[in-house]
T-cell receptor, first 114, second 116 residues
């Protein structure tokens, strides 16, 4: 296993379009997280899955955002009707077992909304 | 709500010297976990070191060590014998666990430059 992977690495879209990002966690990891990172800031939590259950959604995740993790494997993050303020790096992380275990991060998907 | 503050937006160090990055946090919990993550330019974030609050002993990982002051809610990172490869953004993070969920709360980061 080579770690957490994310696809695409870069996405440029026009305002109002829908985009979908994919995250493949490390195979034995049951916990999956999405974070958003804007320039000059630390990552901000978006949502958390334990297996296929979405246990928390941040207030940052408006109704235009939806995340899924079917069968507790890969996860997708969809943004509908994108806005320029959605431009950011979207990071996925996964971990196994206890909550204090290391979260392994993917390389991120950089979204630019024109 | 838990918050994490990194008061040094940028730091620089000479190769082979020692540097300390500061982090303070706010919490009402007595047991919690703190982390330092490193984000090299255009590369993914990796864990540097982790500290459990109930442990009195400061965590150490090779050239990286922490100074954990629980009463002061301070969690600084010391990098000894700095190397060019240490140049990166460093983020301090606090693990929030509540209602069956968990998440990391990050500071804004410190950009570390290592001068040859």
């Amino acid at each position: 296993d080579t770690g957490v992977s994310q696809d695409p690495r870069h996405k440029i879209t026009k305002r109002g379009q829908n985009v979908t990002f994919r995250c493949d966690p490390i195979s034995e990891h049951n916990r999956l997280y999405w974070y958003r990172q804007t320039l000059g800031q630390g990552p901000e939590f978006l949502t958390y899955f334990q297996n296929e259950a979405q246990l928390e959604k941040s207030r940052l995740l408006s109704d235009r955002f939806s995340a899924e993790r079917p069968k507790g494997s890969f996860s997708t993050l969809e943004i509908q009707r994108t806005e320029q303020g959605d431009s950011a790096m979207y990071l996925c992380a996964s971990s196994e077992g206890a909550s204090y275990n290391e979260q392994f991060f993917g390389p991120g998907t950089r979204l630019t909304v024109l | 709500a838990q918050t994490v503050t990194q008061s040094q937006p940028e730091m620089s160090v000479q190769e082979a010297e020692t540097v300390t990055l500061s982090c303070t946090y706010d919490t009402s919990e007595s047991d919690y976990y703190l982390f330092w993550y490193k984000q090299p330019p255009s590369r993914q974030m990796i864990l540097v070191i982790r500290q459990e609050a109930y442990k009195q002993q400061n965590a150490t990982e090779n050239r990286f060590s922490v100074n954990f002051q629980k009463a002061a809610k301070s969690f600084s990172l010391k990098i000894s014998d700095s190397q060019l490869g240490d140049a990166a953004m460093y983020f301090c993070a606090y693990l929030v666990e509540e209602g069956g969920s968990e998440k990391l709360v990050f500071g804004k980061g410190t950009k570390l430059t290592v001068n040859p």
